[in-house]
């Protein structure tokens, strides 16, 4: 039974992440499908860009808990807590929880960069790191005004966190698949940003304004 369960939480995972509030907001609320304007990305950065805050908000905190919910289903399995297959399941099934975001089955396979989703993969996984991490993101974008550059900057430094500061003094249980999964996802959230860097570089990456929101243009 307990292989049955194991096979399906995988897909549960991934149609949990292709829940994308983001389009439904856009299309509901503002009649606009955000994948238009913008950076085109169906995800909280860019709703905030275009909507503002107040649309952003609920966006992050859902796209948030789709990774913390595809998580948390390793709990329906047998595996023994904090070992290295709990560990490898947990990573599994936050992969498809943010391949769901990113490739939404619900929404023609268009959807965000996955960031907020494998935050809260991270927030479940890991809180401690990721509450350092948050604090890394916040303390840079207040200073940057880039949520692209603060994201990449938080991602280097969860490997630091993991490897480092909780592998080596606080936490000396932490598993070798976990240090693994951490340098993973440091690679990927740059890789998915790599436009943004070009962009970066250019001078022509948008910053953050924390008043108002834009208006739409596509």
Known sequence: MDIVIKCFLPVIAYLIGSISTAIFISKRFFKIDIRDYGSKN?????????????????????????????????RLTNLEHETN??????????ICVVAGHIFPIFANFKGGKGVATTAGV?????????????GIFGF??????????SSM???IC?????????GEFFNKYE???????????????????????????????SKINF????????
């Open 42 to 74: 169906a995800g909280a950065t860019n709703i905030l860009r275009v909507l503002g805050p107040k649309a952003a908000i609920p966006v992050f905190i859902f796209d948030l808990l789709k990774g913390v919910a595809a998580v948390v289903l390793v």
């Open 85 to 94: 297959p709990y560990v490898s399941f947990q990573i599994l099934l936050g």
């Open 122 to 134: 991270i927030l479940a996984m890991h809180p401690y790191a990721m509450l350092m991490i948050f």
């Open 140 to 149: 840079s974008l207040l200073l940057s005004r880039y949520v692209s550059f």
């Open 153 to 155: 900057t938080a991602a």
């Open 158 to 166: 969860f490997p630091i966190i993991v490897i480092i500061v909780f």
């Open 175 to 205: 598993t070798l698949t976990m240090k693994i999964f951490s340098v993973i996802v440091a690679i990927m959230i740059i890789f998915t940003h790599r436009n943004n860097i070009k962009r970066l570089l250019n001078g022509t990456e």
């Open 211 to 218: 008043k108002k929101k834009q208006l739409p243009i596509r």
